[in-house]
């Protein structure tokens, strides 16, 4: 546990520390030692980069996973990604770090079953990641609220750009508090 005192320094708690154990990360990357003590200690809107697999993910994720009640079942963080694939993969990383804490993530894209993804979202769910097109979807049936939003990431915000998907995250935008 030595090692994982950076991370203890850094706000997080022993759920988080004990996942980060069990995942094997025993210090803090740069961004991350940049990024979570903003994020944990207040409401800031930032932008990070960094390189791939420098740990963003855990960057905005460890505080997000922190911050959300767990007792009040409604969307607190949403996390918008270009594609299913960094959708999933985002979701898993997500849930992974969470520990014991038994937040409820789910995935929204397209070429999954939206009977399922309504489903998990009548139960009521903590987070959510998902493509602008499956988000927006959800948004327009109504299905996804976002009222009662704390947290919005744009992640590889620059590739949603790219790909065209200016006006989705904008209209996404305008339903978030």
Not at 54 to 66: D, M, N, Q, S, V
Not at 120 to 138: A, E, F, Q, S, Y
Not at 156 to 166: H, T, V
Request: glycine content about 8%; aromatic content about 4%; charged content about 25%.
């Amino acid at each position: 546990m030595e090692k994982l005192a950076s991370f203890q320094a850094l706000g997080l708690s022993s759920n988080i520390l004990s996942s980060l154990q069990h995942k094997g990360f025993e210090e803090p990357t740069p961004i991350q030692e940049k990024v979570i003590p903003l994020l944990m200690c207040g409401d800031k809107d930032l932008i990070g980069q960094a390189q791939t697999g420098t740990g963003k993910t855990a960057a905005f994720g460890l505080p997000i996973i922190e911050k959300i009640k767990v007792n009040k079942l409604t969307v607190q963080a949403l996390i918008l990604t270009p594609t299913r694939e960094l959708t999933i993969q985002v979701a898993e990383e997500i849930h992974s770090l969470s520990g014991k804490k038994g937040l409820k993530i789910i995935p929204l894209y397209g070429g999954q079953s939206i009977e399922l993804q309504l489903k998990h979202l009548k139960k009521g769910v903590h987070l959510v990641v998902g493509t602008p097109g499956r988000i927006l979807d959800h948004l327009r049936r109504k299905t996804l609220k976002l009222k009662h939003l704390d947290f919005c990431v744009l992640d590889e915000a620059d590739e949603m750009l790219n790909m065209g998907f200016i006006d989705e995250v904008e209209t996404i935008l305008e339903y978030t508090n």
